[in-house]
């Protein structure tokens, strides 16, 4: 049925910010630059398009597990993609604000839904379609807001092939010639219910950045197959 937002009846990613952090010595104060975010987003967004999912298989793992089988186990209205233009444009500054090791990389996100579960989260960060880093986390425990649950994963820290990828990505000279690297790199986040192992969502991440002026952009799709 149609949706305008990541979610099903049972989970709804809310905020998701990638960001990186450091101290302004001088103002003493810390400055904060977001590579990619999703902000919360209206209920009364038009329904999200449809993607057929045969398109992205190989950029995923397609062995065991992969995003066939993900799919082919369902269920078929959890699953989505976002395309990131993300803000890479401080890069051209020159060296990274507060000097070599100085910065904080995160990733903060907010789910929320109806029952109180424990919310695991298996983060895929893949290159060519291979999986290079898996990482498994478990949101912060649930707790009742508003008439529903709320579960939170802050400020957790990117791993370091994450860290010297966007390093290296901003030593690149020209936006095209980040894209072209950025076509080989994708990242799968699949949430399940600890207890039950049910697949709660799992959203495909693909990348471009942006042009400088724009800031960090994203398109939310539904995966589909016809
Ligand atoms: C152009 C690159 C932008 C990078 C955005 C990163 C998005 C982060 C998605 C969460 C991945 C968490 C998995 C992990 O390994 N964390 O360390």
Not at 145 to 156: C, L, N
Request: a negative charge.
């Amino acid at each position: 049925w149609p949706r305008s937002h990541i979610g099903t009846e049972t989970l709804r990613l809310v905020e998701f910010t990638a960001f990186m952090e450091w101290q302004n010595e001088l103002a003493m104060f810390k400055e904060q630059h977001r590579f990619v975010h999703i902000d919360p987003t209206p209920m009364c967004e038009p329904p999200l398009e449809m993607v057929d999912i045969r398109q992205i298989y190989d950029k995923f793992p397609e062995e065991g597990g992969g995003l066939r089988d993900l799919y082919d186990q369902g269920p078929p209205h959890a699953f989505f993609l976002v395309k990131f233009w993300a803000d890479l444009s401080f890069s051209l500054l020159g060296e990274e604000p507060g000097g070599s090791g100085g910065a904080f990389y995160g990733v903060s996100s907010r789910y929320e839904g109806p029952r109180a579960l424990t919310l695991n989260c298996t983060s895929k960060v893949c290159s060519f379609g291979k999986q290079v880093v898996e990482k498994l986390e478990t949101a912060e425990p649930a707790h009742w807001e508003d008439g529903r649950y709320v579960f939170r994963m802050q400020r957790s820290a990117l791993c370091e092939y994450l860290i010297n990828f966007i390093r290296k990505l901003r030593t690149l000279p020209e936006k095209q010639m980040m894209d072209s690297v950025l076509e080989n790199f994708t990242i799968l986040q699949i949430l399940r219910d600890q207890e039950t192992q049910e697949l709660l969502l799992c959203v495909a991440f693909v990348f471009e950045v942006s042009a400088s002026e724009l800031g960090a952009q994203h398109h939310i799709y539904r995966l589909g197959r016809d």
